[in-house]
């Protein structure tokens, strides 16, 4: 009988504890926006080194980030930053290859 009293009472009283979906959405966002910030370092980092073709790659992929994140899907977003990220890190990696190659070559 206490078990039928106890479902019964879950089933009447709203959950309290049950997710948010405008918070959820609200923190996604934030994640978002964090993410898109880290890309958008790794990106200025890199700039110096980026062909022209790449740097304009770089900069229209961070548009469409933070577009994503306002008003699109943060989850999808917040993974192609990571994505972003690493491109504009190869970039970066490659400058600094070529300078020590550079500089074994003078020694």
């Known amino acids: 009988m206490t078990r039928a009293l106890l ?3 879950l089933m009447a009283v709203p959950v309290a504890w049950a997710c ?4 959820m959405e609200a923190a996604m966002t934030e994640i978002c926006r964090g993410a898109t910030a880290g890309a958008a ?9 980026a062909s022209a073709a790449e740097a304009q ?3 229209s992929g961070l548009a469409r980030l ?4 306002a008003e699109g899907d943060p989850v999808a977003a917040s993974r192609s930053a990571s994505l972003l990220a690493r491109d504009a890190g190869r970039i970066e990696a490659r400058a600094s ?7 074994k070559d003078e020694s």
């Open 57 to 59: 790659s770089l900069a």
């Open 20 to 23: 948010d979906p405008a918070e």
């Open 7 to 9: 479902a019964a009472w």
């Open 41 to 49: 370092e790794a990106i200025e980092a890199a700039r110096p080194h």
């Open 97 to 103: 290859r070529a300078q020590t190659a550079l500089l």
């Open 66 to 69: 933070e577009r994503l994140c």
